[in-house]
């Protein structure tokens, strides 16, 4: 079975950095595009970031992310990372990590409109303030 665990949320300033992990098990990242998407109350889930399989050949960010936020693959430890930095208050909310059901999957999407993301790990809270 899939399961992911995100770690690495907490509280940071403005212009702080966090870096987010996500631990996979049964199943090896490499082969799955991952997204990391995050929900702040009363705010719809948002996509944040994503990188495909086939050696991350696609990586996506929202605009809002873009130049702060990058994704990436650990293949030896099974992980993907999230390293946020200049973050921001909006940025706040708990991030989430989550596959797509598909194997080998060259493309990756910020959107789960199409439900491809059927596995998703627990959240981790992110909160930026002073």
């Known amino acids: 079975q899939f399961q992911l665990v995100e770690s690495g949320g907490g509280l940071v300033q403005p212009g702080g950095s966090l870096r987010l992990s996500c631990a996979a098990s049964?199943?090896?990242?490499?082969?799955?595009?991952i997204g990391w998407f995050r929900q702040a109350p009363g705010k719809e889930r948002e996509g944040v970031s994503c990188?495909?399989?086939?050696?991350?050949?696609?990586?996506n960010h929202a605009d809002s992310v873009k130049g702060r936020f990058a994704i990436s693959k650990d293949s030896a430890n099974n992980m993907v990372y999230l390293q946020m930095n200049n973050l921001k208050p909006e940025d706040s909310g708990v991030y989430y990590c989550?596959?797509?059901?598909?194997?080998?999957?060259?493309?990756?999407?910020?959107?789960?409109?199409?439900?491809?993301?059927?596995?998703w790990g627990q959240g981790t809270q992110v909160t930026v303030n002073s």
């Open positions: 989550a596959s797509d059901w598909r194997k080998y999957t060259g493309t990756c999407t910020l959107s789960d409109d199409l439900g491809r993301y059927d596995f």
């Open positions: 049964g199943f090896t990242v490499d082969h799955y595009a």
């Open positions: 990188i495909s399989a086939r050696g991350g050949a696609m990586i």
